[in-house]
């Protein structure tokens, strides 16, 4: 390669990084208005706006790399991100060939999520901190779950990290909610028990108001998945009381919709 | 040697008894009057059964807990015997559903007692909903009201 050439690629380079580098360092917004931003995102329960507020989270985490919340913001990011692709790989229509790359992505959100979430239990100073970071860790790493073989690799480490982050705070009704997931999505043999799911979820529902659409929608997963569409009903429509926009409820609506029963 | 067919029909006679039987000791608490016994899964496999005779046993569990308030049958309960009496009774439980609707102190038990008097007899929920609606706060409820 020439050196003219070189020259000519090392400053394309510059000119690419410059622009950012320069935003970084005059961007002052405080990080408590961009995690704001991103749980307002989050609740849209749409992957544009979550991706808006999550580029600028991970911008301030360059800028502020030892950062607990703003690290704790990026794997929330990503892990809302995941979320929205297992909810529609679960309940929505999607086709087989959709489905794998969908369920691809939703394991390399998991993986960078992770990657925050493990640095945010490092910078984690109270039993609270400790017990979100844990909980975002388990979290993200239950998505990188792609298969038997990811199973065996991460599955024991994501239930131990959630069960850490209960006992850390048993009222942290998120991480609650991580342990009432792994009762729905497991099979018996690895702890699944939808009678559980239900007990797990109701409680969160019942005590954590600001995540209430979130745990009656997977209330009504779980009813679903015990066949009982009349107890599913009544949940969606609660979930979307609270939250019209909440993705599941509005898929478990969608199939009661399709194939009526009481 | 036992033939195939005899084998079969042995096998599944008795899965049918073993089922029976099952049914039979669930509702056993219910049909006797216990009520604060009955667990909210052997109300679901009441419902289920579509027996009809266990709809009185179902309509006077329901009755004692307007009765005696919240402190014997859980909300849990509430719910499984209204879904229950909705799937084995008929519209002459009509008037027993519509107390539950308007009385329980619980919103689910309301709201699945109006879905349960929209199967059983709509016509009643129709001369009652706008009556019903007054009377009601909740916006669970409402939106089961306006939805039956």
Redesign the interface.
Known sequence: MSLRLLLLLSAGILMTFAPARAQESTDDAPADDLIMALDDAIFTNEDAPILEALKAILQAVNAEPDSYALNIAAAKGYLARADLLRVDRQTGKVDKAREKAMRAQQALWGEKGAEHAEKAKRLATTKQEKSEAYRLCGECTVHRIDGPLSGMRYGPTAKSDIEFAVSQDSTNWQARRAQGLMFLNNPPINGGDLDKAVETFALCAKNDEQHADVHHAFLAQAWMKLK?P??AK?EV??SL?KNPANRLANNIKARLQENKQ? | MVSRPFAATFAAATVAAALMTSGCASSASLREGNYEDVTPHEL?RAGKSGDAELAAPLRALLEERLASGTTTITDEQA?EAV?AL??TGDASDGAAMLRVAREDHSP?VR??AI?ALA?LNPPLLAAERGALLSAEND??VR??LADN
Do not use: V
Request: a positive charge.
């Open positions: 009982r009349e107890r009544l429509q609660k009381l009481w | 679901h719910i879904i909705g799937r689910d709201a699945f879905e199967r916006p669970l939106a089961r």
